[in-house]
T-cell receptor, first 115, second 113 residues
């Protein structure tokens, strides 16, 4: 029973390139959340998606960042024209229903390094 | 904006010692969660506390939710090297959904032999 799968685990990009981070939720989970963890900072909420819908993107920067969760395939977090400040660990979590006090299952994250 | 402050930031202790870490806020939370995160991995949920004054035990870990639901503590008895990690508290936003968890900055615990 695979958990939340994120790939790649490590991603190196030069300034100005695009970064694509993938997240496959746990089997049976239709709700996906993306969080970002900057060095020496806590996890910050970015976006919450259900299949084919963005439910809450209030934590995501308005420019250069986008997220999708298509009907088929993984959720994608896309960062265009990356800058050094985008270097962080990006975590995806999933839940079977909209999580209230229920458990969020986190993936192992993608460590993005921008040179 | 709801903020969660955790203390201490860093804690290095020897195996067998007891310790307490704290999670404080000026805001009321409908619930609080504690996670442990190991290097290179995502956070793993340890416990959720919901009722003010609630105490939950998980083996050698004791979690308490403050009466006013603004703070929480985690006490570890007889710490072991396997307890090493980053301990994070988190609470849902004011709408009560976990879709926007607010995380504390964490307490990094190191337990040495």
């Amino acid at each position: 029973n695979a958990g939340v799968m994120q790939n790649p685990r490590h991603l190196v990009r030069r300034r100005g390139q695009e970064a694509r981070l993938r997240c496959s939720p746990m089997k049976g989970h239709s709700h996906v959340y993306w969080y970002r963890q900057l060095p020496e900072e806590g996890l910050k909420f970015m976006v919450y998606l259900q299949k084919e819908n963005i439910i809450d993107e209030s934590g995501m920067p308005k420019e250069r960042f986008s997220a999708e969760f298509p009907k088929e395939g993984p959720s994608i977090l896309r960062i265009q024209q990356v800058v050094r400040g985008d270097s962080a660990a990006y975590f995806c979590a999933s839940s079977p229903i909209q999580a209230t006090n229920e458990k969020l299952f986190f993936g192992s994250g993608t460590q993005l390094s921008v040179l | 904006t709801q903020l969660l402050e955790q203390s201490p930031q860093f804690l290095s202790i020897q195996e067998g010692e007891n310790l307490t870490v704290y999670c404080n806020s000026s805001s009321v939370f409908s619930s609080l969660q504690w996670y442990r995160q190991e290097p290179g991995e995502g956070p793993v949920l340890l416990v959720t506390v919901v009722t003010g004054g609630e105490v939950k035990k998980l083996k050698r870990l004791t979690f308490q939710f403050g009466d006013a639901r603004k703070d929480s503590s985690l006490h570890i008895t007889a710490a072991q090297p396997g307890d090493t990690g980053l301990y994070l508290c988190a609470g849902p936003d004011s709408t009560g959904t976990a879709s926007k968890l607010t995380f504390g900055t964490g307490t990094r615990l190191q337990v040495t032999l």
